[in-house]
Every structure is written in structure tokens, then in C-alpha cells.
């Protein structure tokens, strides 16, 4: 049995390279890293869907810097191989490149290895600045949910072609720029495969079809703990699992081996 190895930038863009399917999920505490990283999930992303998940708010605007701070310090502990991206909240990297260069500094400090934020081509020259600094950032287009008040709701995105060609472009600038990964969120099957193809930096797709690099679905929603209506791209892998550690697993191995996601049923 081969030794197992931390996972690093390095190693993410091989996996991308290689056609190797890239596990994500969301974790906020060091408990759950335990499991995710006991399992094998690739990487773990403190995300400021924690606002609606554990804070109980109905969007991610309130979250702020300081809980981010501390859930990544959480998920830090427990975790020994995944790779760790921490969510720069709203508002913590809006007004300019240094205020973003303090709060990444802040997030890194605490134990991320990465910092993702969301938005297209305006958050380049904040990309820019952070990688030129050392610090490895993520993007996220399509449904970005600290916006969820400019999109008029938890909606589809690029579904028109002068849409899908803008998210194109964006990607591109955004890679161009340093990200080193991207988050899609919410956009047609179609679109995601073009973006996975397309871009030179992995691509990982949340309802975002099965043609992306990789996958990331929120903790709870994969639990079967999803307050309201379950979205369509999410599938509830306690269904028929024997614990906690057995649906991660089974997460784990059906990106991996391609029947999560199932085109028809959770692809738009
Ligand atoms: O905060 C989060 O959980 C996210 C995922 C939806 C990708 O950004």
C-alpha cells in the first residue's frame, strides 16, 4: 500500500492534468475533518455556507471574517492529508487589494492553504495581488451566493449563450490572473463541460454536471440535513449508509468513479 501523502497545489493540478476526479466538501469543524480526511476527500472547504448551515441565516451575507477565522482554526486541528480552502466572507475583499491581502493573511494564518472569493473579472486585480504574495486562490463564477440579492434568488446561471461566453471569459481572466482553482455553482451540465475543457486550472462543479474536475457539495446537504427544499443537484448519501463515515466514503467513490453526478437526475 503506498504511504499516504499531504495533498498540494502540486498534486491538484496533476490530478487535473491526469483526468483524476478532485473530492471536495464542506467542513467546518474539526470533528467532521477527522471523518472528511479519514476518508480520503481531497479537499476540505471551510466555506461561508456555514452562515446558513450553523449559523441559521437564510443567505451568506452576515458571515464575517472573524467566524471564518475561527472554523478554519477548527478544521485546521483535525485534519493531517486534505487541502484546505477557507471562504473570504462578504465585504472582506471588496474595498481594495490590501484589505483582502489582511483578511486571506488571516484565514492562511489560522491554517488555510488557500483562500477562495467570489466574482468575475473585477476580482482579477485582487487574484493577482494575492498570488503574487503567496497566497494560492481559488475563484467561484456562476451562482455566487454572497450576491444572492443582486441575482434575484438561488438561480440558474449562463444559461444564454451571451451568458455562458461571459463566464468563459471570466474564467479565463480569473486563471490568467493566478487562481489556481474555480468553484462553478448552479450552471447548465453543457457549460460546465466547457469550462472544465476549456480552462487550464481545475474546475469544480456544484451543480455543474459530471463533466467538471471535480465535485464539491455542501456537508449537510450530502447528510440529508437540508433545511427546506433539497435542491436538485444534491443527493443524500445517508440514504442506505451504515454511519456518517460510510456516506463520506460512498461520496468519495462515486465522484470518483462518476455516478455522482448523475447527469439526468442532478444536471441541468
Ligand atoms: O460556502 C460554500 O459552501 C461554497 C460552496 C457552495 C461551494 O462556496
Not at 474546475?203 to 427546506?228: E, K, N, P, R, Y
Not at 445517508?238 to 455522482?260: K, L, N, Q
Request: charged letters at 20%; a negative charge; glycine letters at 12%.
Amino acid at each position: 500500500m503506498t504511504e499516504r501523502k499531504p495533498v498540494t497545489l502540486h498534486r491538484l493540478r496533476a490530478m487535473h492534468r491526469d483526468g483524476e476526479t478532485i473530492t471536495m466538501l464542506t467542513c467546518y469543524d474539526s470533528s467532521f475533518a477527522r471523518v472528511l480526511d479519514a476518508a480520503g476527500v481531497d479537499v476540505l472547504l471551510v466555506g461561508d455556507s456555514l452562515g446558513m448551515t450553523l449559523q441559521g441565516h437564510t443567505s451568506t451575507v452576515p458571515v464575517s471574517i472573524d467566524a471564518m477565522e475561527y472554523h478554519t482554526r477548527c478544521v485546521a486541528s483535525g485534519n493531517r492529508y486534505a487541502w484546505i480552502v477557507g471562504d473570504l466572507p462578504f465585504g472582506s475583499y471588496h474595498e481594495s487589494c490590501e484589505q483582502a491581502l489582511r483578511n486571506a493573511a488571516r484565514l492562511m494564518q489560522a491554517g488555510a492553504q488557500m483562500v477562495k472569493l467570489e466574482g468575475g473579472g473585477w476580482t482579477a486585480p485582487v487574484v493577482r495581488f494575492l498570488v503574487e504574495r503567496g497566497i494560492p486562490v481559488c475563484a467561484h463564477l456562476g451562482l455566487t451566493p454572497q450576491s444572492v440579492h443582486a441575482l434575484g434568488g438561488y438561480r440558474i446561471q449562463g444559461r444564454d449563450d451571451a451568458a455562458a461566453g461571459l463566464m468563459l471569459a471570466q474564467g479565463r481572466e480569473l486563471a490568467e490572473a493566478g487562481a489556481a482553482m474555480i468553484v462553478i455553482e448552479l450552471v447548465p451540465s453543457d457549460l460546465g463541460r466547457i469550462l472544465a475543457r476549456e480552462l487550464p486550472i481545475p474546475v469544480i462543479g456544484i451543480g455543474a454536471g459530471a463533466g467538471c474536475s471535480g465535485q464539491v457539495l455542501v456537508l449537510h446537504d450530502m447528510l440529508g440535513i437540508t433545511h427546506g427544499r433539497k435542491p436538485r443537484f444534491v443527493r443524500d448519501f445517508m440514504d442506505g449508509a451504515a454511519s456518517i463515515d460510510d456516506a463520506v466514503a460512498r461520496y468519495v467513490a462515486a465522484v470518483r468513479d462518476g455516478s455522482f453526478p448523475d447527469e439526468s437526475t442532478h444536471g441541468y
